[in-house]
Nanobody
Framework: QVQLVESGGGLVQPGGSLRLSCVAS????????MGWYRQAPGKQRELVAV???????TYADSVKGRFTISRDNAKNTVYLQMNSLKPEDTAVYYC??????????????WGQGTQVTVSS
């Protein structure tokens, strides 16, 4: 079984920074893409950023220039450096691992979520 464990959320003032981490564990052979999604109260879950095993990245327009996603393939770990945080970034942030190969299977996995609150 594959598990994703997130860490690094919390309360920060507007303009501040946070770094989220997500570690995937289990009998993993490879992971194609790892990324972050977020869901604010009353809203749908949305893509924040994703990075492929080859290093290609995609960002939501709302976070471009402020957030940076990175990945350590050897450690099956993905990071999200969030700078210049705004109150509208407040949400539960979920880690996602896509096309995770375990044996001959390919599956998609989600973490349990970590709360990020931006408030003065």
């Amino acid at each position: 079984q594959v598990q994703l464990v997130e860490s690094g959320g919390g309360l920060v003032q507007p303009g501040g920074s946070l770094r989220l981490s997500c570690v995937a564990s289990g009998s993993i052979v490879s992971i194609y893409a790892m990324g972050w999604y977020r869901q604010a109260p009353g809203k749908q879950r949305e893509l924040v950023a994703v990075v492929t095993s080859g290093g290609s990245t995609t960002y939501a327009d709302s976070v471009k220039g402020r957030f940076t996603i990175s990945r350590d393939n050897a450690k099956n770990t993905v990071y999200l450096q969030m700078n210049s945080l705004k109150p509208e970034d407040t949400a539960v942030y979920y880690c996602n691992a896509d096309r995770v190969r375990v044996g001959i299977r390919l599956d998609n996995y989600w973490g349990q979520g970590t709360q990020v609150t931006v408030s003065s």
